[in-house]
């Protein structure tokens, strides 16, 4: 068995990426990745390169792309014998797009479907605070914060009008409680159960 399907989990900061996507994945049976989560487990590794992601994920900014393809691409071929993946956080710059683009094809991926987790920002700093009280992140902290948002409306909200253009854009409406977004997202999935 290899990798046949992918649903990718898109937002701002503070969006449910992960809460979404760990739902998605327990409900599908199937493996989550979350980009955010890898890249800072890999920044504690003390090599070089680690040492850099974690300078850049501490300032807010994201990982430069001819980093992210290597350690995309490392990553992904772990999961090669999972049917289904949920990838929470990739691509989220536009030169990542061809880098998933080109996974897709090489690997012959059948169903791919973009989940963008839409939420004003107003709320969206208002969740991060509160995770702050419950998770310890150094990038959470209000200036960090503000530079993590502009890096996502320069760069992941071009990458999610792509997908909305190529036809593969799941919108759903963040800002309500979990569950109601949980239901609506599986309700707007084309295919609803593992295959
Ligand atoms: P997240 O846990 O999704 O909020 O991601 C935390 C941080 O990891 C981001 O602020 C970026 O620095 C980095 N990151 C996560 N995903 C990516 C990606 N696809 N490309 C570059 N950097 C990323």
Redesign the pocket.
């Known amino acids: 068995m290899s990798i046949q399907r992918i649903i990718v989990v898109l937002g701002p ?1 503070g969006s449910g ?2 809460t979404q996507g760990k739902m998605l994945a327990f409900k599908l049976n199937c493996a989550y990745l ?4 890898h ?2 487990e890999f920044s504690v590794k003390g090599t070089e390169l680690a040492k850099k992601v974690k300078e ?2 501490d300032s ?4 430069p ?1 001819d980093w ?1 393809k290597i350690i ?1 691409r490392e990553k992904i071929l772990e999961l090669m014998d999972q049917e289904t993946i949920i990838l ?6 536009i030169n ?1 797009v061809p880098i998933l683009d080109d996974f897709i094809k090489e690997v012959n991926i059948w169903e791919f479907e973009v989940v963008f987790l839409n939420v004003p920002e107003e709320i969206l700093i208002a969740r991060i605070k509160e995770r702050k009280n419950k998770e310890t992140r150094a ?1 959470d902290n209000p200036e960090i914060i503000h530079t ?1 948002f502009k ?1 996502y409306e320069k760069k992941t909200l071009p990458v999610i009008e792509t997908y909305r253009q190529r036809g593969n854009l799941i919108e759903i409406d963040g800002h309500r409680d979990i569950n109601t977004v949980h239901q609506e997202l599986m309700s707007k999935l084309r295919v609803k159960d593992k295959q």
Do not use: A, N, W, Y
């Open positions: 900061p990426k992960g979350s980009m955010g989560q890249l800072r850049t994920i807010g900014t994201i990982i792309d992210m995309f929470d956080g990739f691509p989220r710059d990542q990038d993590r890096e």
